[in-house]
T-cell receptor
């Protein structure tokens, strides 16, 4: 089976940087995704990593270490609108099946 | 380009009834996956359809079933509803089979099912 762990809650200040960690155990790894979900809305795709290293997309960056089963999502220049749940998801085996962590609820404060 | 649409958005049923939910993927997308989201368990994979064939299945009882039509629209059915089936059911579409860069899944707004 698969096991994905991420912190339940985090709080950060507007303008700051926050790092959300995700650890996973899986076989047949095909990639790791990060999604953002605002309350009452659908998850939206943020990033995808399949090789070790850092992927940067504007204010958002995601890092992967396959040997350590570890990823993080880095959010820079935090804005109030970044308050949301951040979901780490692993693709393994065939198809598009994703196994999600329970999500990290990020609260951005003034 | 229209996004993923799901109908109905809200549904209230009673125990023992059955329900059918519908999902229309983004035009050109052939893969449709279904997920159940609850506060306690988070997002859990139900099944995936591609070209009218079920390609992957999660660990849900046989009461949960689905199908996909030739136009890639998909339906999922839950029979003999239980209180624990109350959840947000999300549908996600992607262009092809095989998770990867450029083939991310796009989620619909979900159907909120309440079982009384």
């Amino acid at each position: 089976g698969q096991n994905i762990d991420q912190p339940t809650e985090m709080t950060a200040t507007e303008g700051a940087i926050v790092q959300i960690n995700c650890t996973y155990q899986t076989s047949g790894f095909n990639g790791l995704f990060w999604y953002q979900q605002h309350a009452g809305e659908a998850p939206t795709f943020l990033s995808y990593n399949v090789l070790d290293g850092l992927e940067e997309k504007g204010r958002f960056s995601s890092f992967l270490s396959r040997s350590k089963g570890y990823s993080y999502l880095l959010l820079k220049e935090l804005q109030m609108k970044d308050s949301a749940s951040y979901l780490c998801a692993v693709a393994a085996g065939g198809g598009n099946k994703l196994t999600f962590g329970t999500g990290t609820q990020l609260k951005v404060e003034l | 380009k229209a996004g993923v649409t799901q109908t109905p958005r809200y549904l209230i049923k009673t125990r023992g009834q059955q329900v059918t939910l519908s999902c229309s993927p983004i035009s050109g997308h052939r893969s449709v996956s279904w997920y159940q989201q609850t506060p306690g368990q988070g997002l859990q994979f139900l099944f995936e359809y591609f070209s009218e064939t079920q390609r992957n299945k999660g660990n849900f009882p046989g009461r949960f079933s689905g199908r996909q039509f030739s136009n890639s629209r998909s339906e999922m059915n839950v029979s003999t509803l239980e209180l624990g089936d109350s959840a947000l059911y999300l549908c996600a579409s992607s262009f092809s089979l095989g998770a990867g860069g450029g083939n991310e899944q796009f989620f619909g707004p979900g159907t909120r099912l309440t079982v009384l």
